[in-house]
């Protein structure tokens, strides 16, 4: 936010604080990136987890550590649960003329955008989840619909690796 108010500062003081700024949140967003690199390396488990997760072509370290902070219950419950917890279940609500039409809500917004961002990337560099959304494209989805649907398969795909304690294999989906 404060590099897109920089590209439109006019006067030179604005445009120097707005630099001054920028390089503070940026050394702040290092230092926290480092200390939670630590806090994994720390922790065995942590550690093997993160690993199993970044398994999956699609997945960084920001969505492997997000799901390790803020879904602690990976690998521990059933896929229904974990597509629930997170807010990517199909929600029946059938108000007037939208009889049959789905959508998500609830659950863990900062884990299901960054989940959506790994689900576009998933779509460009994992084979097995490109056929997947293509498939859903070919039959008629709406692309919106085909990448939640690639989403929630991704999540699923992440749950029973950390579950079985087992990295990603092509044949896994």
Request: aromatic share 4%; with cysteine; proline share 5%.
């Amino acid at each position: 936010m404060e590099t897109n108010r920089r590209r439109r500062a006019t006067d030179k003081r604005l445009a120097k604080r707005l630099d001054r700024h920028v390089a503070f949140l940026e050394k702040e967003l290092d230092e926290i990136d480092r200390g939670i690199g630590e806090a994994i390396k720390c922790s065995p488990a942590w550690c093997k987890t993160e690993a199993l997760l970044k398994s999956v072509p699609g997945i960084g370290y920001v969505t492997a550590r997000t799901l390790l902070a803020e879904v602690p219950e990976l690998g521990t419950v059933d896929r229904h649960q974990i597509a629930a917890l997170v807010g990517v279940a199909p929600v029946n609500r059938d108000p007037g003329l939208m009889r049959g039409h789905r959508a998500i809500a609830g659950g863990r917004t900062s884990v299901r955008n960054v989940l959506y961002m790994a689900a576009l990337t998933a779509i460009r560099c994992n084979p097995v989840l490109r056929t997947f959304y293509n498939q859903l494209i070919t039959r008629g989805r709406p692309k919106k619909v085909a990448l939640v649907a690639v989403l929630r398969k991704l999540l699923t795909v992440l749950n029973a690796i950390v579950r079985d304690l087992t990295p990603w294999r092509q044949q896994s989906t």
